[in-house]
């Protein structure tokens, strides 16, 4: 059996917070300077006011899937991905509608990375826990940038491996390591190799939660 890599795809194999900001400016007239916590607290219009929660999902309906192609790969993303897939199962997890997967799919091949994709809405504990079952309990790692999904996964498939990256560097030095993830790597090349090894341990993560959870 295979072990499983789940992953998720903004600011994780491709950048998006920098290409949503020149979009909000320069079709919206709105200021983006993402400090990885709330994206509306994160926004200002001309006038100083901020969008209501409301619009900025509505904001974030305008990018995706009509603005994708403006997304940028991160860097060593498509080589660490198929020297993994070499070893593993690999899963693209991403939280978008699923009106958007199709684009997903396809914007994600003209980047050389050909895998499943499902899309998600809300905490990624439950899919993830669902895909381990899905492919038999193997040994599983877990990348995303968001720690509130690392809290997620930890309280519902404790035995993955789970890894925090932040691929903006922008936007990484702000970030705190998330507290329910195993490490904190922002560079594929690394990444892949801590991935790799957890793979060949052959064994899950420990499952104890932090001491304030």
């Known amino acids: 059996m295979k072990p499983l890599l789940i992953c998720d795809c903004d600011e994780v194999l491709l950048h998006m ?3 949503f900001g020149v979009w909000l400016r320069e079709s919206h007239d709105i200021a983006f300077t993402p400090d990885g916590a709330d994206f509306a607290n994160s926004m200002r219009r001309a006038d100083g006011s901020v969008p209501s929660r409301d619009e900025m999902w509505a904001l974030l309906g305008g990018f995706f899937p009509g603005e994708m192609h403006r997304q940028t790969l ?4 498509t080589e660490a991905l198929a020297r993994l897939a070499e070893m593993a199962e ?74 925090h990256m932040v691929s903006e560097p922008t936007l990484a030095p702000n970030v705190a390591p998330a507290p329910f993830a195993h490490a904190r790597i922002d560079d594929w090349r690394e990444a892949a190799d801590w991935i790799a090894a957890r793979f060949a341990a052959g064994r899950p993560a420990a499952s104890a939660l932090p001491a304030e959870a």
């Open 90 to 163: 690999i899963v693209i997890l991403t939280n978008l509608t699923d009106e958007c997967r199709t684009a997903r799919i396809e914007q994600l091949a003209r980047f050389g990375i050909a895998h499943r994709v499902e899309c998600n809405q809300g905490g990624k504990g439950d899919p993830v826990a669902r895909l381990v079952a899905e492919h038999g309990d193997p040994v599983t790692v877990f990348v995303d940038d968001l720690p509130v999904h690392h809290e997620s996964v930890a309280r519902h498939a404790p035995g993955v491996h789970r890894l």
């Open 17 to 19: 917070v920098k290409h």
């Open 74 to 77: 991160v860097p060593h993303a």
